[in-house]
Every structure is written in structure tokens, then in C-alpha cells.
């Protein structure tokens, strides 16, 4: 991952260096939207300790700063339907679930 530049793992340290905040950033080059680029965000976590702070609002207003700098005009994420509370701060934030997700192993 560390070698494609449409990808970014960001992990964020308290004062002590404890890991308290990870998420991974790509850039997708799409067809749609006059083929727009998408900033896709996974692997959102927030420590519990952390959790109220504004820690997670902050980190998405640098993910989304450092999507729109490589041209990114869209956001864009997935979340587990179970995770009530991720739903709410998402939509906090601005995002709106316009799309249903489906999934597939591949086997």
C-alpha cells in the first residue's frame, strides 16, 4: 500500500504514542459523475477513550482536505448496518446513504 500513491493508511498517536485513531484513505478514478474521483474511506476506528472529543471530526476534515488536494470531489464510505452510532456521527458529518452496498466472498 505504501508504494501506490491512491492509497493512505492514517494512524493517529495520543501524547504517549498510543495509537488512538486509524483509517485508510483511497483514491478512486471512476466513469460516473463525469468521471470523477472519489476519496473512499475505510477502516475508520476511534479509540473508546477518544470517542466525544472531536478527534473524529478532525481526522475527517484532513481526510477530506488531503482527498479534494489530489482532485477528489467526492466522499464516499461504507459502515456495517449493525453500527448505529458510526451512522449518526457519518451523517453529522455531511454524508447521506443515497446507495444500498452488497457484498460477495470470493471464493
Request: avoid cysteine; charged fraction near 20%.
Amino acid at each position: 500500500m505504501d508504494s501506490d500513491r491512491s492509497h493512505l493508511l492514517v494512524v493517529v498517536r495520543d501524547a504517549g504514542g498510543e495509537v488512538v485513531g486509524t483509517m485508510q484513505l483511497t483514491l478512486l478514478p471512476g466513469l460516473s459523475r463525469s468521471a470523477a474521483t472519489r476519496l473512499q474511506v475505510e477502516g475508520v476506528r476511534v479509540s473508546p477513550s477518544e470517542r466525544g472529543s472531536g478527534l473524529g471530526a478532525a481526522m475527517f476534515a484532513w481526510a477530506h482536505a488531503w482527498g479534494h488536494e489530489r482532485g477528489a470531489s467526492l466522499a464516499q464510505l461504507t459502515t456495517d448496518l449493525s453500527r448505529a452510532d458510526a451512522h449518526r456521527f457519518y451523517e453529522r458529518l455531511g454524508y447521506v446513504a443515497t446507495h444500498a452496498g452488497l457484498k460477495r466472498p470470493l471464493d
